[in-house]
């Protein structure tokens, strides 16, 4: 069916021409890949040819681009038309560029949304024009099904009237809404075609600068972090290589469900980790025989599971919030500190050359000013070792000179001689400058409370050093540290011995970052490369409070004080329906955190949340399982079923094993999503998206009117894309749910 376009047949033709070169480029492709070879170096282009005919036979000979745009350059005023595609594509006989890849400078333009006042970055400076026509096509099989122009802010202008307004509310082009309704199977896809200016800004930002996203559930953070490093693979491969690329998550089903879009997005090797395997990667060398880390998610059961007092919680918060600060960072800088200044005696060195009965001496403020300032870039055990070589140039040149004015050649005994001793002297003149030795002195640091106090800024009171030091040695006690020593213990490490350059990283992004600590960030961008990380999360989504973050502050201005970073706000949601955002958004409002940011849902409507509500547990299974059934007949796929905790997960999947199946519970240790019908504690679906999901237990007992309650079912209610349902004993509806209009069964009742 011909699509009621005025270019339709224009471009369906283009269309047809443009796969007519990517056929050909196919045959020739295939011809030369045909032929074997011995040489190296054509095996390797031969290899990247390879890619390309599957990039070619798998897209693009089903869909070689979805966009354009016509560009008017105000330079030479000749109007250009591109057409932008998940790859470029050149023909081979004349070089011509046939389709540009959207990761190529001028496919900014594409993003942007500007129109008047275009422009895009070359390597040889800014180019300036307009943006006459932005076109996006939908294509099946070859032929054009649709084809939408605009988007672009003027065109809403024109044909809205209130652009503001309308954007505000979060007013879309059709096909991105188009883009947004398909059912999927919730992984994760690339979303090149429909990249919104505010992302793209993200994308496309400077590389050496360490870049901060704070944006709200559905906004995309995950999605645009990993197009990035497409981008950055794309423009700099001369001098990055993605195997030296690093992705932190959560965990390792989160890795695995963000996976696939990888390769799409033709970024293959990249390593991906969760920041406590990685860190223990680095621990382990300096972690005595016997001793052990402990299970990082045993802090999440301490705080989530009943059964724990609050002074043990207390205790635990303390501990770990004070090894995940900037003040542990502080504290550890002080102790180095310390032993600059008091430990190390900078005394004079002095030596007498027998032979003239000559004294040389070097200043002892001569050898403090080498120490703590020339050296200072190096961690103090290299730094030791450069000083030992600096002051035995110093004596050499000292004696030499004194050589030459005496007039003295020394033969080679003579030379040997002063050689041995130069090293006593320089042993005995070293023997009380102090050793240091990393994980023995984190220790006492971590567990002397006269230490600790020392050391730790004032802003840390003495009740939170006792309980650190007093739990610290407990823990240590058993030869276990925590995953949250990780961070503290490898900045130690850096201060003293370094870290393995080997392991630095071209570029890291790091995912739902407000579950990291200050001090894993700053770990993490000292081991990327010029400071080149992307970090993005968001705050009202942090459930590891007792070490993540509250605020950016203290990233933007304790850890990034120099160099600064950039930071970006994105408030756009594009994941789940408005009727489901204004539901979530509801129990942040109850919370009313400081700084918090509400979710803008893009304008996609959806069914309202669903209030099941059973006087029995028994009645609520059986619901539970009639909805699934539901769900699936409609279509839905990748449903999941959401309890507080693991224990109540385990439960709840005993409870409906038996009418559903084929339901799979997941735990932190499942490394491989399926999609299907899951169910999960709430706290391992951070950053996941499905279909539907139904929330288990959202009464007054499991999510009451806490920070860390309303943050987490915040967490699980964002998660679906088409569908949430609420569940829970008849009247004992969450608070953080009071007053909030829910659909039940039948009719709409208030909650
Ligand atoms: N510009 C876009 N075009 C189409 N889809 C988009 C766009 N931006 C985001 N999405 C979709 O929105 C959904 C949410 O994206 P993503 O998981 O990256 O968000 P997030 O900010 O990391 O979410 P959360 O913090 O809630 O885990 C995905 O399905 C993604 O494809």
Redesign the pocket.
């Known amino acids: 069916m011909a699509v009621k376009h005025h270019a339709y047949e224009a471009e369906q033709k283009k269309l047809e021409e443009t796969l007519h070169v990517v056929d050909k480029e196919i045959d020739l492709l295939r011809e030369d890949i045909g032929q074997v070879t011995d040489d190296y170096v054509k095996q390797v282009v031969n290899y990247k040819k390879v890619k390309d005919l599957q990039y070619l036979e798998d897209h693009g000979r089903e869909k070689p681009y979805f966009g354009r745009i016509d560009f008017l350059k105000d330079e030479t005023y000749e109007l250009d038309s591109v057409y932008i595609g998940k790859r470029g594509i050149v023909r081979s006989d004349t070089f011509d560029t046939v389709v540009v890849d959207w990761r190529a400078p001028i496919a900014s333009l594409f993003y942007s949304g500007e129109s008047k006042d275009a422009f895009y970055r070359t390597a040889r400076g800014i180019v300036r024009g307009e943006v006459k026509l932005k076109r996006n096509f939908a294509i099946e099989n070859g032929q054009i099904t649709g084809i939408y122009d605009g988007a672009l802010k003027e065109t809403i202008d024109r044909e809205v009237g209130q652009p503001d307004e309308f954007l505000h509310e979060g007013f879309i082009d059709e096909f991105?809404a188009s883009?947004?309704n398909q059912t999927?199977d919730?992984r994760?896809?690339d979303?090149v075609?429909?990249?919104?200016a505010e992302?793209n800004e993200i994308i496309r930002a400077e590389k050496d600068k360490p870049l901060v996203v704070q944006?709200?559930?559905?906004?995309?953070?995950?999605?645009?972090?990993l197009h990035r490093l497409s981008y950055l693979i794309y423009n700099y491969q001369d001098t990055l290589a993605s195997k030296r690329f690093m992705v932190f998550a959560p965990n390792r089903l989160f890795l695995n469900y963000i996976s696939d879009v990888l390769p799409e997005l033709g970024v293959e090797d990249v390593q991906q980790s969760t920041f406590a395997e990685w860190a223990a990667r680095l621990v382990r060398p300096i972690l005595p025989k016997g001793w052990r880390i402990l299970d990082p998610q045993k802090p999440l059961q301490l705080f989530f599971e009943p059964g724990k007092s609050e002074r043990e919680r207390t205790i635990a918060w303390r501990r770990l919030h004070f090894k995940g600060s900037f003040a542990c960072k502080q504290t550890l800088d002080h102790y180095l500190q310390d032993v600059l200044e008091k430990q190390i005696p900078y005394k004079k060195l002095s030596f007498i050359y027998s032979r003239t009965n000559q004294v040389f001496t070097i200043e002892g403020g001569q050898i403090r000013e080498i120490f703590t300032e020339q050296l200072k870039h190096l961690p103090y055990n290299s730094r030791l070792e450069a000083m030992r070589k600096q002051l035995k140039q110093e004596m050499n040149k000292l004696l030499f000179s004194h050589l030459r004015e005496r007039k003295i050649d020394l033969d080679k005994q003579g030379l040997a001689k002063f050689e041995k001793l130069i090293e006593q002297v320089l042993a005995k003149y070293m023997a009380d400058w102090p050793q240091l030795d990393v994980f023995p002195l984190y220790r006492q640091i971590m567990t002397e409370p006269e230490l600790l106090r020392k050391l730790a800024p004032t802003s840390i009171d003495d009740e939170t050093i006792r309980d650190v030091c007093e739990s610290n040695a407990e823990i240590m006690g058993k030869e276990r540290i925590e995953p949250e020593d990780l961070a503290a213990l490898l900045y130690l490490r850096q201060l003293i011995e370094g870290l393995d350059t080997a392991a630095q990283f071209d570029h890291a992004v790091i995912?739902?970052a407000q579950d990291l600590s200050a001090m894993e960030i700053m770990l993490v961008a000292m081991m990327a490369k010029r400071h080149s990380v992307t970090i993005?999360?968001?705050i009202a989504?942090g459930i590891h409070a007792y070490r993540g973050l509250h605020d950016w502050d203290e990233l933007l201005q304790d850890v990034f004080a120099e160099p600064r970073a950039a930071f970006y706000k994105?408030e756009q949601?594009?994941?789940s329906t408005v009727e489901i955002m204004r539901c979530a958004n509801h129990v942040l409002e109850k919370i009313k955190l400081p700084e918090l940011v509400m979710a803008k849902p893009v304008l996609r409507h959806g069914e309202q949340p669903l209030l099941l509500q059973q006087a029995t547990k028994e009645a609520l299974w059986q619901e539970i399982g009639e909805q699934v059934n539901r769900l699936r007949g409609e279509g839905l796929q990748t449903i999941a079923i959401v309890g507080k905790s693991m224990e109540e997960s385990k439960k709840a999947h005993k409870a409906l094993i038996s009418m559903l199946p084929d339901l799979t519970l997941l735990s932190h240790k499942d490394t491989h999503y399926e999609g299907g019908l899951m169910i999960m504690p709430a706290y391992l679906t951070?950053?996941?998206?499905f279909d539907a999901v139904i929330l288990l237990d959202v009464d007054d007992e499991h999510y009451g009117l806490h920070d860390l309650d309303a943050k987490l079912l915040y967490?699980a209610m964002?998660?679906p894309?088409h569908r949430l349902l609420i569940t829970c004993i008849a009247g004992r509806l969450s608070p953080l749910l009071q007053g909030l209009s829910l659909e039940s069964e039948g009719t709409r009742k208030k909650a």
């Open positions: 991105l883009s947004l999927n919730s994760l896809k979303i075609a429909t990249i919104q992302q944006g709200v559930a559905g906004s995309g953070k995950t999605t645009i972090a995912d739902e993005v999360g968001d989504q994105l949601s594009y994941r951070k950053g996941l998206q967490v964002t998660r894309v």
